[in-house]
């Protein structure tokens, strides 16, 4: 696989009419061996430490109490919605504006820029939804130091004027302090000494460390940063107040409870193609959000920094109280706080404060300014195939075939790049996939689907389209000389679209019309890889920062290229089914908003089992930061694993948002039957698991979308009050209902699983009722991991397990009763076709079922929008005492029937079999 991916490379260079450097083609086939060739762990040296990074030094020198900025007092304005002041930075006169405002939904907004800048800087967009709806404050309370600023009922804002400080309190308690500790730093623009500009003018240079290293020059690696805007960095801290604990800031290979960083580097934010990723580390990954959310038993404060360049964030959680008297203004002081410090490259400080105050309050207000991730057809929730690469159509349709002969359900095959015309998106390999509609059809008309990938980079080649119509559209990313950026990634020689700018996204999303992309069809669905962007001979595996978007240099967006990419893709989808079809998109990269576009996943993980636990937390913080469809790779991206891995990945996967396996080109190949035929059952019955409990899925990405609450959630989102969840790993919830606890590690039959709140819990398999809180050991047979349902909840699941989620459309339905230790219980189910925005103008049907203490309702949450064969096939009620009789009352607009009732002494089972009530009306059952 390596010869060929150098023989793509080599043409490149051979025959073309200019002169040709083989340095850069010797540089370019090196790398990509460094690339494809198995290593123990990522080349560290690739990627910069704080250390190496200019900008990350001199704001993590900055020591507490060295910040010189304060408030203009006589330039405070105050409008119903906001107040407006100019700041000062004593130690060099410049100025700067301040907005602290109101937004809907319990949020602050703070907002700081420079006054008067020499050229406008950049401001992140496509981001937030809408402009955020400003909300009236209030004037509570001022002096000659501060100002208290009101919002809605229980949120206060205390301004400090000299210096700076910004402390915000949710009722009488203090969340979460700005520049308590005095670090706030903001480089201006400014002229480099001596330069014809400065003398020109004949200003005087303002600023601190002029003649410091880095400001307007870096290299690294070998590469060198033009920084033609000299220093631009802005930093500030946070102190998070009353807590211990700090989550989000995804994407990082670490624990989800984030780590002091006091001895580390800090958890760097920069978008970067890492190779074997190392695990339990702050290294940078695909994607960043810049989204932190504080919790306590007191409550819930979210902090999310609009900007997408390059970041760090420092963690510190020994510190014991605030810095001056304010903490005390309405409460006792604080005895605990985890101390934060924010350091970007580039932008401006736009930050938005989320007061909460519960985590799902937090959710709802942080998918209120980016957006909630939108309801996804059926398909995309069940099961994915996928490596790198399946060979040509006649292994596409051998492996689907397989599937069906071993009976494991299979929704969707994936392509990989080899499937192209030489690297060529929306392209095919015509000798080995010689009829892909036929190919696609074959798989639509058993239910599925067909993803195929499609990366940024375009091949640098005269006869291909895509190239030659965004060379001659001037739509590639620049160098700044005005020339068209090249780089190298798998087609050789490449070119990058600046999907900043409108017109190449819209061009992009031509080309996924079905009369450009021949060979695809409605049916074929779309993966969006390398999209850092990945750039193998650019600095950092990426692209150089001083490349241009228009006017805005590529440090101050790079973040978010990803995320752009996908805005095409997804508008793309949109387009060739003319906007009937819910798209369905994977991205590598995200920045806060991708969630409106795609799905995401890992990355290129590792058969290890520490790839399997941090698959947990790494999907915890992506979910608690808008991106709530997310999986891991089972198995591991690299390497081969043994039965055991795979089995046991298997099991956990099923009960995480996204569910694929995938695989290096140079693995062996490991469909389920590839392994003993015992494993192969086990893998199996983890599959048909998934899709046993479709429904609920398919109900809370519903939920999702409406409130931005994710499926996959900590233990503290439902038991926020529960302080022994606060930073456990290793298990997690689905919805409200379902309490996940892998296998982690090898060789364990038993898992130790910590009961939040004191709640009963169903054993799901065993349907065993637990009264327990805290820790225990639960066995773990290798058949099953350990899973519970917690008493009070009510979970659809649909037991006629096919081939595919769309095969299963239209089967019954049955109900699992958990009641609470009053005999109570409640849920929901949301059901429409599957695929269209039909839903969108009320074609659904969104139900709550309850259970009290023999009865049973169905109610309409919103209108029923459509009719449905959907019908109830039985209820199942756990812990239950014997029933009086072995009848049950069954009472619906259809009339009154009777339905069997039977009990199970041995398991403590209620059935009621066969109800018949259609879903699309309200009933009553008793029994």
């Not at 590639?476 to 679209?497: I, L, R, T």
């Not at 608690?624 to 891995?645: H, K, Q, R, S, T």
């Not at 019954?812 to 695929?835: F, N, R």
Request: hydrophobic share 35%.
């Amino acid at each position: 696989s390596l010869l060929q991916e150098i023989s793509t490379l080599v043409p490149n260079c051979v025959g073309k009419s200019s002169p040709c450097s083989l340095l850069p083609v010797m540089h370019s086939l090196l790398l990509l061996l460094s690339l494809l060739c198995s290593v123990s762990s990522v080349d560290r040296s690739k990627f910069k430490s704080c250390d190496q990074s200019g900008f990350c030094k001199r704001c993590r020198a900055v020591q507490p109490g060295e910040s010189g900025y304060q408030v203009e007092v006589d330039t405070i304005s105050i409008t119903s919605t906001k107040l407006e002041a100019l700041l000062v930075n004593n130690k060099n006169g410049v100025k700067f504006k301040l907005d602290l405002g109101g937004q809907s939904d319990n949020t602050f907004r703070l907002k700081i820029n420079e006054a008067y800048p020499l050229k406008p800087r950049f401001e992140v967009p496509l981001v937030l939804v809408t402009q955020p709806e400003p909300a009236e404050i209030s004037v509570i309370s001022r002096d000659e130091k501060t100002i208290v600023l009101g919002l809605g009922e229980t949120s206060k804002a205390v301004l400090t004027f000299k210096p700076l400080r910004i402390d915000f309190f949710s009722g009488d308690n203090l969340v979460l302090s700005t520049n308590a500790r005095g670090m706030m730093k903001f480089e201006h623009l400014r002229y480099k000494k001596g330069s014809a500009e400065a003398v020109e003018g004949g200003e005087e240079v303002l600023g601190e460390d002029e003649e410091e290293p880095d400001m307007w020059e870096e290299s690294y690696g070998g590469h060198s940063d033009s920084k033609p805007n000299g220093p631009t960095a802005v930093a500030m801290d946070f102190t998070f107040a009353g807590l211990d604990n700090v989550y989000g800031i995804p994407q990082h290979a670490d624990t989800f409870s984030l780590k002091d960083t006091s001895t580390t580097d800090p958890y760097r934010l920069y978008n970067l193609d890492v190779f074997e990723y190392e695990l339990w580390n702050p290294m940078a990954l695909y994607a960043s959000i810049p989204f932190m959310m504080g919790h306590s038993a007191k409550g819930s404060v979210g902090l999310f920094w609009l900007n997408a360049a390059e970041g760090f964030i420092d963690i510190k959680k020994d510190g014991q109280g605030l810095l001056g008297s304010v903490s005390s203004m309405f409460s006792a002081k604080t005895e605990k706080q985890v101390d934060t410090f924010w350091m970007f490259e580039s932008g401006i400080m736009d930050m938005f404060i989320m007061m909460g105050p519960t985590p799902k309050d937090i959710s709802r207000q942080y998918g209120s300014l980016t957006g909630n991730t939108p309801l996804p057809q059926e398909f995309a929730i069940a099961y994915h195939q996928c490596r790198w690469n399946y060979n040509d159509q006649e292994d596409v349709n051998m492996v689907e075939a397989k599937f069906d002969e071993h009976d494991i359900p299979m929704d969707v095959m994936w392509l990989d790049i080899e499937h192209t015309d030489g690297k060529k998106y929306f392209t095919w390999d015509t000798r080995k996939f010689p009829d892909s509609v036929a190919m696609i059809e074959n798989l639509s008309s058993h239910g599925r689907k067909l993803v195929t990938i499609v990366d940024p980079h375009i091949k640098k080649d005269s006869g291909y389209w895509v190239h030659n119509d965004l060379s001659s559209k001037g739509l590639y990313v620049k160098n700044q000389d005005g020339g068209d950026y090249e780089g190298w990634c798998w087609p050789g020689a490449s070119y990058y679209p600046d999907f900043l700018n409108a017109e190449a996204r819209d061009y992009f999303a031509e080309q996924y019309k079905l009369s450009v992309y021949k060979g695809s069809t409605l049916d074929c669905y779309t993966w969006n890889d390398m999209n850092e962007p990945s750039v193998f001979n650019g600095p950092e595996v990426t692209m150089a920062k001083d490349k241009m978007h228009g006017e805005v240099e590529h440090r101050d967006m790079h973040n978010m290229y990803g995320m752009v990419y996908t805005m095409a893709t997804h508008k793309g989808h949109l387009i060739r089914s003319e906007n009937t079809l819910r798209p369905f998109v994977l991205t590598r990269s995200a920045y806060a908003g991708s969630q409106r576009y795609a799905a995401i996943w890992t990355g290129d993980n590792t058969a290890e089992w520490g790839h399997l636990e941090a698959s947990i937390p790494m999907c915890l913080s992506l979910s608690i930061a808008g991106m709530g469809f997310c999986g891991a790779d089972i198995g591991g991206f690299f390497g081969n694993p043994d039965g055991e891995l795979f089995v046991r990945w298997y099991q956990a996967a099923a009960f995480q948002p996204f569910f694929r396996s995938h695989a290096h080109i140079d693995t062996k190949r490991r469909e389920p039957w590839l392994y003993s035929a015992g494993e192969m059952a086990l893998i199996r019955t983890a599959v048909r698991s998934r899709y046993a409990l479709l429904p609920l899925w398919y109900t809370l990405f519903y939920e999702q979308e409406q409130d931005g609450t994710p499926p996959m959630r900590p233990l503290w989102y439902e038991f926020p009050e529960d302080e022994g969840s606060y930073a456990k790993e290793g298990s997690h919830m689905v919805g409200s209902s379902l309490l996940v606890a892998p296998v982690l590690t090898k060789g364990s039959t038993q898992v130790n699983v910590y009961f939040p709140g004191s709640t009963l819990w169903y054993d799901i398999w065993s349907h065993q009722k637990l009264d327990v809180s805290g820790s225990i050991n639960y066995a773990a047979p290798y058949e099953k991991i350990p899973v519970f349902q917690r008493g009070g909840t009510i979970i659809p699941r649909r037991e006629r397990v096919r081939r595919s989620a769309a095969l299963m459309h239209d089967d019954p339905i049955t109900l699992v009763v958990a009641p609470d230790k009053e005999g109570k219980a409640s849920g929901t189910l949301y059901l429409d076709d599957g695929k269209s925005f039909a839903y969108q103008q009320g074609a659904k049907l969104y139900m709550q079922f309850t259970w009290d203490n023999g009865k049973m309702e169905s109610k309409m949450i919103s209108p029923a929008g459509m009719s449905t064969p959907v019908w109830l096939e039985r209820v199942l009620v756990l812990g239950s005492a014997p029933p009086p009789g072995q009848v049950a009352t069954v009472s619906s607009p259809s009339g009154t029937s009777s339905a069997q009732a039977s009990y199970d002494y041995t398991t403590q089972v209620l059935t009621v079999r066969r109800p018949g009530v259609k879903l699309d009306m309200e009933w009553t059952i008793r029994v």
